[in-house]
């Protein structure tokens, strides 16, 4: 890999990191605005006064915005990937960008009595953090023979990002005002600004038949200005302009060339294989936005109210080390990939059989998470759903990136993942209903039984990993 190759992908991890999931540490940052008294206006407590005793009215309140920020979220996922397969990624990026500075620029002027504008920037900052991660996929042709140990790198980074939360809790509980966190936040976001222009493509990464990688990055940018003076250079009739030199085409690669022969949208939509992907992932979904919104809630009816902010903080020391298990299963993919079989079988009969392992393991960490929810296992459930929030994502980039051409990944990754958004919509339901502790277990008992029905995905994967050499797309 070059410098630049090589730049490009730590950069990815560190914005990722910083950018991309932070709304899934929602519990730490709740518990933060409940002591500043957020939303207390129906509310008998007094905030501020180091008890966490947030009341019905309250709960649904921060609930609410946690539920319409990753609806929004995977809802936008459609035409981020629309526009970025067909605009390039200088363009949704940019789109990315502005929401990501705009949500934390709404934090920082936010106060108790402006509470609602904790709702518009909860949706800018989720949306514009999985565009991030899906932005970056593409970086995976970078990493040759790893790439699925980049993808499932790439996905712990995102679910990593909860520290950013939790580290505004940290920071908080140690005197530092709320509003000077979320002003520093809104100058890091200039960061994604820069990475945009100077480290991503401006369309797409084009890798050559002899493995290559094309332009991109600060040399598009620095071509874009040779091939500006070139033009003028020709308009104006200067004799010092020598057209014959290939270095300075005034065109760029036809992409085109290269995707003729790729397999049509239509044609990966047909595949039962995405669709039992996107069944998986929407169960999936269901189950972990259901385990985050209602955390504080579960934690406070079976612990004492002075210990919920221990369980605080050990929710976001718990998924800090996403990063660190993330890439576990795409290493155990690639494994597989790599020595499954003897070398009469084809490569996609490979591929498959490296993701049926990975999906096995995802969806039998998923049934755990159930049980351990069920037998109010804190301490095992966070563990748990640490390994079962880093496999999910990385296993649905992996699958589609593997599975299908490269060039439609933005919109396939959006149509799963906006079905997926709809699909946990149900979130806020479940946890209107558990307000009656009576029907928390039925909840959960219902969620098991719907996560032992999503491993129809696995199941034929397996059979078409084991029954034939072609790949069904």
């Known amino acids: 890999m070059t410098m630049l190759d090589t730049l490009s992908i730590f950069t990815v991890l560190l914005e990722v990191l910083l950018q991309g999931g932070v709304i899934y540490g929602w519990p730490s940052i709740q518990f933060v605005l409940i002591q500043e008294g957020y939303f207390a206006s129906n509310c008998s407590f007094l905030p501020g006064n180091g008890t966490m005793t947030p009341c019905s009215s309250d709960e649904s309140t921060f609930n609410l915005v946690f539920t319409l920020a990753i609806a929004a979220q995977t809802i936008s996922s459609v035409p981020f990937g629309y526009i970025l397969d067909k605009f390039g990624t200088w363009t949704s990026r940019s789109i990315a960008c502005f929401l990501n500075t705009c949500g934390w620029t709404l934090l920082a002027v936010m106060t108790p009595q402006t509470a609602g504008l904790l709702f518009p920037a909860m949706i800018f900052i989720a949306t514009s953090g999985l565009h991030f991660q899906v932005s970056n996929v593409q970086l995976s042709d970078l990493t040759t023979d790893h790439k699925s140990g980049y993808l499932f790198l790439l996905a712990g980074a995102y679910d990593s990002a909860v520290v950013v939360f939790f580290l505004i809790k940290v920071a908080y509980d140690s005197g530092t005002h709320l509003t000077s966190v979320f002003q520093f936040m809104a100058c890091i976001s200039v960061f994604p600004w820069l990475r945009t222009f100077l480290l991503m493509p401006k369309n797409k990464i084009i890798v050559d038949k002899d493995g290559s990688v094309g332009r991109y990055g600060i040399l598009d940018v620095l071509h874009v200005a040779k091939r500006t003076q070139i033009t003028s250079s020709v308009e104006t009739g200067s004799p010092n302009t020598d057209r014959s030199n290939p270095g300075i085409e005034l065109l760029s690669i036809d992409e085109t060339q290269n995707e003729e022969n790729e397999l049509s949208l239509k044609s990966c939509l047909k595949s039962p294989l995405f669709w039992t992907n996107l069944i998986f992932l929407s169960i999936g979904s269901l189950r972990l936005v259901f385990f985050f919104g209602s955390y504080i809630s579960w934690v406070s009816r079976i612990h004492p109210s002075d210990r919920i902010d221990f369980f605080a903080n050990l929710f976001g020391y718990i998924l800090i080390a996403a990063g660190l298990t ?10 597989v990939e790599k020595y499954s079989g003897d070398s009469n079988i084809s490569q996609n009969t490979r591929k498959l059989r490296g993701l049926f392992v990975t999906m096995f393991i995802t969806g039998s960490i998923e049934i755990i998470l159930n049980v351990t929810v069920l037998t109010n296992s804190v301490y095992g459930s966070l563990v748990t759903m640490l390994f079962f929030r880093s496999f999910l994502f990385g296993s649905l980039s992996n699958f589609l990136a593997k599975n299908f051409p490269l060039i439609h990944f933005g919109q396939l990754y959006g149509i799963t993942v906006f079905a997926a958004g709809l699909f946990s919509l149900l979130q ?46």
């Open 428 to 473: 806020y339901a479940l946890f209107l209903s558990i307000e009656d502790s009576n029907l928390f277990s039925v909840v959960n008992y219902l969620l098991l039984a719907v996560c032992i029905l999503s491993f129809v995905h696995p199941v034929l994967i397996f059979v078409k990993a084991y029954t034939s050499s072609k790949l069904l797309i």
């Open 326 to 335: 993330a890439p576990i299963n795409g290493v155990i993919c690639d494994v």
